[in-house]
């Protein structure tokens, strides 16, 4: 079957999610060391809200193409790309030349200012993709470039997530179900503090929470006292702003504490006692590097993890998809193609 000439996508010719608009634009062929990417699905996250408002703050060139998230198969590759070959099934990397632990200046962000993912292909850097998970559909693998590798670099790779500890996890959205199920990979509890109807409560059980606490109680001291007044080794701090304060009361002496969302606001407040005294490592996750994600890669074939997916969109109900996402879901939402 031959490829089209065009790719449809939907961009922004100015911020705003009223701009948003289908269009039409040439179907670019790959230079040395690109791949061009058929692209079978586009996962949101809540960053794609914020950057179709106002791109963040950043210097973003107009028309901008938003999503940072994307699964696909490898339609054609250019000169020296020897990583993939047409045909293999391939997930992005949010962060585009980060490719292990040494810090590149010159990385760049996908889903803007880098190329976003939401268009029937895109090109990318050979460097900026690895193989998706075979054990997983392209709905399911678009989902681990920035929730499940933000979830497995905060536990596994930087917290050095062991069997027995206990994560604390605030939400039910995409990034805090990753962490729940790679708490339980690991053999370790995971406690998740949510403000969701009972329905995610028992929902949350299912998937393997040892404990649902309700975001309105007292639920440092709930937590203390279910780890024997321990506290919790790993805390997931999904809203931040002044929850920060009291993820700390629950936190054991020496442990960790990831900052990853602010639904709470962009503002942190924290007692400096509780940091101080408690010994507190307090570290901001940006998502994480492509040596990791082929790490999560690898553990989701071994282990059969499914992520879970809220609901599922076609490309041309969008808005209704970021609507979902806005109101809040239980796991991830999808865009199919």
């Excluded at 960053?47 to 950043?58: E, P, Y």
């Excluded at 760049?108 to 460097?127: I, K, N």
């Excluded at 790993?234 to 629950?250: C, F, K, T, Y």
């Excluded at 490592?281 to 074939?301: C, F, P």
Aim: aromatic share 6%; glycine share 14%.
């Amino acid at each position: 079957m031959q490829e089209p000439r065009t790719l449809r996508r939907w961009q922004l010719p100015e911020f705003g999610r009223a701009h948003l608009e289908q269009a039409e634009a040439p179907l670019p062929t790959p230079s040395a060391n690109q791949i061009l990417v058929k692209v079978g699905a586009v996962s949101l996250n809540y960053r794609d809200l914020l950057m179709i408002r106002d791109g963040m703050g950043m210097a973003i060139g107009m028309p901008f193409v938003p999503g940072s998230d994307m699964a696909g198969t490898v339609a054609a590759i250019g000169a020296g790309v020897t990583r993939f070959a047409v045909g293999d099934r391939v997930v992005n990397t949010f962060w585009g030349g980060w490719i292990d632990s040494h810090w590149h200046a010159d990385t760049t962000l996908l889903g803007g200012p880098g190329p976003g993912m939401l268009a029937s292909h895109v090109l990318l850097d050979a460097a900026w993709a690895v193989a998706a998970p075979g054990t997983l559909s392209l709905a399911e693998a678009s989902t681990l470039p920035c929730a499940g590798l933000t979830a497995w670099f905060a536990l596994a790779e930087t917290g050095a997530l062991r069997a027995g500890e206990t994560v604390l996890i605030h939400g039910t959205g995409g990034v805090a179900l990753f962490g729940l199920q790679i708490a339980r990979l690991h053999g370790a509890r995971a406690i998740v503090v949510t403000g969701g109807d009972e329905a995610k409560h028992a929902q949350a059980l299912a998937l393997g929470a040892t404990h649902v606490l309700a975001r309105d109680g007292d639920w440092p001291a709930e937590v203390r006292r279910l780890t024997q007044g321990r506290g919790a080794d790993h805390v997931l701090e999904l809203a931040s702003g002044p929850n920060l304060d009291r993820s700390l009361q629950a936190v054991k002496q020496g442990g960790r504490v990831s900052i990853i969302g602010m639904l709470g606001g962009e503002t942190l407040s924290a007692s400096f006692y509780a940091m101080v005294l408690g010994r507190v490592t307090v570290q901001g996750i940006g998502v994480g590097h492509r040596r990791a994600l082929e790490d999560l890669v690898r553990a989701v074939d071994a282990n059969a993890l499914k992520p879970v997916i809220a609901a599922s969109y076609g490309f041309d109900a969008l808005p209704e998809a970021l609507d979902h996402l806005e109101r809040g879901a239980f796991g991830k939402i999808v865009v199919t193609l």
